[in-house]
């Protein structure tokens, strides 16, 4: 893919986790064949930046060298602590193989949207919920034994339930969907789908959406699952950092022990197999090579794009502009809410909405509450104005939060109209 500063790589290997030595090869092949940034999504793939039609072919075959096998057809996406964690309900990531296999046995295999996905969530510490899916299988522990819910088009919270299934099932109701989304076109999503003709379809009515009893985690942070094992859960600033830096980080990683890295949502890392006794010297570590360590660090729920330089269709620099929230707007950055700092209408970084959007556009920006990138504004601001806008926003939120309210509590409460008037005024 064509991007301002090359071409960009997108790769979603087909095992939950690296190992360090083969995350290790990737970011050198980054940076010999490319400008050495990678990037992890909000959904957990890795971004390989700065490629060249030249280069591509010497990227491929190191990629190949370190036994990394890119997912292909249909992306089915698991949580990242599948397997390892003994609070799921479920390990997701058998029900994922037997979907890919059942998948895989189709003729004519079905030609699908580009960007496609499925979400098995076994539940657990770290779930998807909050990831968008055309159709998502959630786990459910009831009186009659494990079973899965099937729902098409949204998150955990906004997706339409159409039937609770054995592991059987599942697999058979995913497949029909995925014919259904074939029969109505390459370019289908869940969306499309109708949800009452299937609901017919199905013998078991849907049950409840939703049964998690334990806390969910942050995926930055330490992630404690069972009685002695954690994950370290880390974050590159912004979702971007430099193969030197990751490498650098990933020689201390490895001497103290971590044997496998898997990429989370929320742009995030985390590894497995350190000693309690080394995570205070690796947190060290890891904060100097320039990755986000604490659940409560505001910086994480400041979500830029590339921004430009690095995309062709962002018209502004959103990483220094999320430093710049940071900076002057901290009070919107509680843990409340996140601000969604997008180059362009695309919404590529948060496709889903966010209470604050601030949307590039060739004259200015655009202030989205409570919407995606492309949702209506309620304000516009010129190309100067943007880090008083932030400043404006910021003291907004302190002025006028009353005594236990979160930044988004107060921004619902005053509602758009203060917030178009906040903007218009500063």
């Known amino acids: 893919m064509q991007t301002g500063d090359g071409l960009l790589v997108r790769l979603r290997p087909s095992t939950p986790g690296l190992t360090v030595q083969q995350f290790r090869a990737l970011a050198e092949a980054t940076e010999k064949h490319g400008n050495g940034l990678i990037e992890i999504t909000a959904r957990g793939n890795l971004q390989l930046r700065g490629m060249t039609p030249d280069s591509m072919a010497g990227l491929a075959a190191d990629i190949d060298r370190t036994g990394i096998v890119p997912e292909s057809g249909v992306a089915i996406e698991v949580p990242p602590l599948s397997g390892v ?37 076994g539940g657990g510490r770290l779930t998807l919920d909050e990831l968008t899916a055309d159709i998502r299988l959630k786990a459910i522990d009831i009186a009659v034994g494990q079973m899965w819910t099937l729902c098409i088009a949204g998150t955990q919270a906004s997706a339409t339930p159409l039937a ?58 330490i992630i404690p699952f069972g009685k002695e094992q954690f994950a370290l859960g880390l974050r590159p600033a912004f979702g971007q950092i430099h193969a030197q830096d990751l490498v650098r980080f990933l020689d201390v990683a490895e001497l103290a022990g971590v044997h496998e890295i898997r990429t989370g949502p929320e742009h995030s890392l985390l590894l497995l197999g350190l000693p309690r006794k080394r995570l205070e010297d690796i947190v060290a570590v890891a904060a100097a090579c320039g990755f986000q360590t604490r659940a409560d ?80 504004p309620v304000a516009y601001i010129g190309k100067e104005r943007l880090k008083s806008a932030l400043a404006t926003l910021g003291e907004l939120v302190r002025n006028n939060k009353a005594a236990g309210e979160s930044a988004q509590q107060c921004l619902k409460r005053l509602g758009r109209d203060a917030i178009a008037t906040a903007l218009r005024q500063g």
């Open 85 to 121: 964690d003994p609070s799921e309900i479920s390990d997701a990531r058998a029900l994922a193989q037997r979907l890919r296999n059942a998948i895989d046995t189709l003729h004519p295999k079905p030609l699908l949207a580009a960007k496609l996905a499925i979400i098995i969530d």
């Open 164 to 221: 609770t299934l054995s592991p059987e099932q599942a697999i058979a109701g995913a497949v029909a969907l995925i014919k259904a989304l074939a029969a109505i076109g390459p370019r289908a999503r869940g969306r499309d789908l109708d949800a009452a003709s299937l609901q017919a379809l199905f013998s078991a009515p849907p049950g409840p959406t939703h049964h998690e009893t334990i806390p969910l985690a942050s995926p930055v942070g």
């Open 297 to 376: 660090d505001p910086a994480n729920y400041a979500i830029p794009c590339a921004g430009s330089g690095a995309c062709a269709s962002a018209h502004y620099a959103t990483k220094q502009a999320a430093v710049d929230l940071v900076d002057v707007g901290a009070e919107l950055l509680d843990g409340s809410l996140k601000v969604h700092l997008s180059g362009c209408m695309k919404g590529c970084a948060h496709p889903s909405p966010a209470m604050l959007t601030i949307v590039g556009a060739a004259t200015g920006y655009a202030i989205v509450v409570n919407g995606s990138s492309s949702s209506e």
